[in-house]
């Protein structure tokens, strides 16, 4: 069975616990973070899939946790899928295009991010077919 | 007799749904849970509904983890849930929708709740 990891970051509770019903209920082993040193640490503990970052978050500052997790090198593995209210990106997200999949604005609906993130499931387990 | 659960932590509330239910349809035997944690209780004791009424917002374990836990568990994944609450924002509504059986927003009219309890035990029974 492929291996369907998924970390959720945002610092709203409710979202968390949303997301991580939605994508249990499916199958997926979820790590929810609700701060930075939460998901630094996942990734130092070797996390390895897909992570759903909410960057309009000013608590958790989603951009500074995306600049950490590329300039770390956690990203080698990982696909990006960006949580956003902003209906324009902002144009910082053009630095990490290479890692991100998709843009996803708030509100959105379960099925579309779902189907979002078996998309970059699968274009991790092709590339680590490809490596192997 | 159809057991209905309900999970919601008004009591008076849930008092005043027992009544209506099992008074709408003699078929419904309702029984309530004030808690996530009286709800697994209840189970663990044997006291298995045909349906479960979920209540999202709830104090320590709210509907969306007792949800997690009810299908996390070969015995109990099967019951039908539907979602009985007062959050009407989208993701909630989205949510509630793929993950349960039905999702009905307070306040709602008896015999709307009567004919969508009706529905999910229909179509599972016809399973």
Sequence with gaps: ?132 | MKKIMVVDDDPENNLSLKAGLEDIDKNFEVFCAESGEQCFQLLSEKKIPDLILLDIMMPEMNGWEVFGKLKNNLEWKKIPVIFLTARSDHIAKNAGNFLGDDYIEKPYELEELKDKINKTLNKLSEM
Aim: glycine share 4%; hydrophobic share 40%; net charge negative.
């Design chain 1, 1 to 132: 069975m492929e291996d369907r990891k998924l970390m959720i970051i945002d610092d709203d509770p409710d979202t968390l616990i949303i997301l991580k019903t939605v994508f249990e209920y499916v199958g997926f082993t979820v790590i929810v973070a609700d701060d930075k040193s939460k998901c630094i640490s996942e990734l130092e503990k070797g996390f390895r899939g897909v992570i759903i970052i909410d960057i309009n978050v000013p608590y958790l500052n989603g951009w500074n946790t995306l600049n950490d997790i590329v300039s770390n090198g956690y990203i080698y593995g990982n696909r990006l899928i960006i949580l956003s209210s902003e209906k324009n990106p902002d144009k910082r997200i053009e630095e990490f295009s290479e890692y991100i999949d998709d843009y996803v604005i708030k509100p959105f609906d379960v099925e579309y991010l779902l189907n979002s993130v078996k998309k970059s499931l699968l274009s991790i387990n092709n590339l680590n077919e490809v490596t192997a």
